[in-house]
Nanobody, 126 residues
Framework: QVQLVESGGGLVQTGSSLRLSCTAS????????MGWFRQAPGKEREFVAA???????YYRDAVKGRFTCSRDNAKNTVFLQMDNLESGDTAVYFC????????????????????WGQGTQVTVSS
């Protein structure tokens, strides 16, 4: 079992950058594929980015070219670098872990993830 804790959220202006971190504990981090999701007020939680065990990445179209997902297995941490933030990026951001994936496999579906963090708020003001 793994515990996930997100950090790095905050209140920023449009065009700014934030770097979210998600640190795992309780299990071997390198065994998990990781994902980032977000939930805006009044909306369902949606996929943002994913990274496989071998660091293959995938993004939703709205964040391609602005967000970068990476992982540091030595630090048990996955990152989400968010640049050129827009008001539409305002949401609570969650990281999630999927156990027993193939090395290059990542997931965009919430049901495929086994563990979730509590989330960190990102607010982008215009």
């Amino acid at each position: 079992q793994v515990q996930l804790v997100e950090s790095g959220g905050g209140l920023v202006q449009t065009g700014s950058s934030l770097r979210l971190s998600c640190t795992a504990s309780g299990s071997t981090f390198s065994r998990y594929a990781m994902g980032w999701f977000r939930q805006a007020p009044g909306k369902e939680r949606e996929f943002v980015a994913a990274i496989s065990r071998s660091a293959n990445t995938y993004y939703r179209d709205a964040v391609k070219g602005r967000f970068t997902c990476s992982r540091d297995n030595a630090k048990n941490t996955v990152f989400l670098q968010m640049d050129n933030l827009e008001s539409g990026d305002t949401a609570v951001y969650f990281c999630a872990a999927r156990q027993f994936p193939g090395a290059g496999q990542y997931s965009t579906q919430q049901v495929q993830y086994h563990y979730w963090g509590q989330g960190t708020q990102v607010t982008v003001s215009s």
